[in-house]
């Protein structure tokens, strides 16, 4: 069953974020500016101009990204299934990686089949980066790898000295 959902005001052209199975969904070549050829995409969501924004990506065994690589606008990716390996790091299900405008792209590598959410922000695509500067004039912007993003605690916030979470956090009142 496949559920419609009227396009949201803004940048983004369609949503699908109410899905029950991924697998109704098309799959389509990965088509993201730097990243290489053989991963397959089910769009989640595209923004106004065509681009993707969201999507389900199934990345092939041994597909890999090893090129210095710099992006120009926020990507995130969230394992769902399978595992990749970041910088060194094997990141299973639930691991999760944030590259800040302007950070080196990590080196990637699937070893077998695995599934991915991809999250970018509009403009974000993947360029060549310039060799690393050994005498480090300028701070290296670093991409955030996590093993296990649940591992995280949640972040309370603390308003004139009381707590905003539950319904309060969600409604954004002091009141109790």
Same mark, same amino acid.
């Given at each position: 069953?496949?559920?419609?959902?009227?396009?949201?005001?803004?940048?983004?052209?369609?949503?699908?974020?109410?899905?029950?199975?991924?697998?109704?969904?098309?799959?389509? +070549?990965?088509? #993201?500016?730097?990243? %290489?050829? &053989? $991963? =397959?995409?089910?769009? /989640? @969501?595209?923004?106004?101009?065509?681009?993707?924004?969201?999507?389900?990506?199934?990345?092939?065994?041994?597909?890999?990204?090893?090129?210095?690589?710099?992006?120009?606008?926020?990507?995130?990716?969230?394992?769902?299934?399978?595992?990749?390996?970041?910088?060194?790091?094997?990141?299973? +299900?639930?691991? #999760?990686?944030?590259? %800040?405008? &302007? $950070? =080196?792209?990590?080196? /990637? @590598?699937?070893?077998?089949?695995?599934?991915?959410?991809?999250?970018?922000?509009?403009?974000?695509?993947?360029?060549?980066?310039?060799?690393?500067?050994?005498?480090?004039?300028?701070?290296?912007?670093?991409?955030?790898?996590?093993?296990?993003?649940?591992?995280?605690?949640?972040?309370? +916030?603390?308003?004139?000295?009381?707590?905003?979470? &539950?319904? =309060?956090?969600?409604?954004? @009142?002091?009141?109790?």
């Amino acid at each position: 069953m496949s559920v419609q959902i009227p396009a949201p005001d803004g940048p983004v052209a369609y949503d699908t974020s109410i899905m029950l199975h991924p697998g109704e969904l098309p799959a389509e +070549p990965l088509e #993201f500016a730097g990243l %290489p050829p &053989g $991963a =397959r995409v089910r769009v /989640l @969501r595209r923004m106004a101009d065509g681009q993707l924004r969201a999507g389900l990506v199934d990345l092939p065994a041994g597909w890999q990204v090893e090129a210095p690589l710099r992006a120009s606008g926020v990507i995130q990716l969230f394992v769902l299934e399978g595992s990749l390996e970041a910088n060194g790091m094997r990141l299973g +299900p639930r691991g #999760f990686i944030a590259v %800040p405008k &302007g $950070a =080196r792209f990590p080196s /990637l @590598r699937s070893a077998g089949q695995s599934r991915i959410v991809l999250i970018r922000d509009a403009g974000a695509a993947l360029q060549a980066a310039e060799p690393r500067n050994p005498q480090g004039h300028a701070a290296e912007v670093a991409p955030v790898v996590l093993a296990n993003a649940m591992a995280i605690e949640p972040i309370v +916030p603390v308003i004139a000295g009381r707590r905003l979470d &539950g319904d =309060r956090a969600r409604q954004g @009142r002091l009141a109790p």
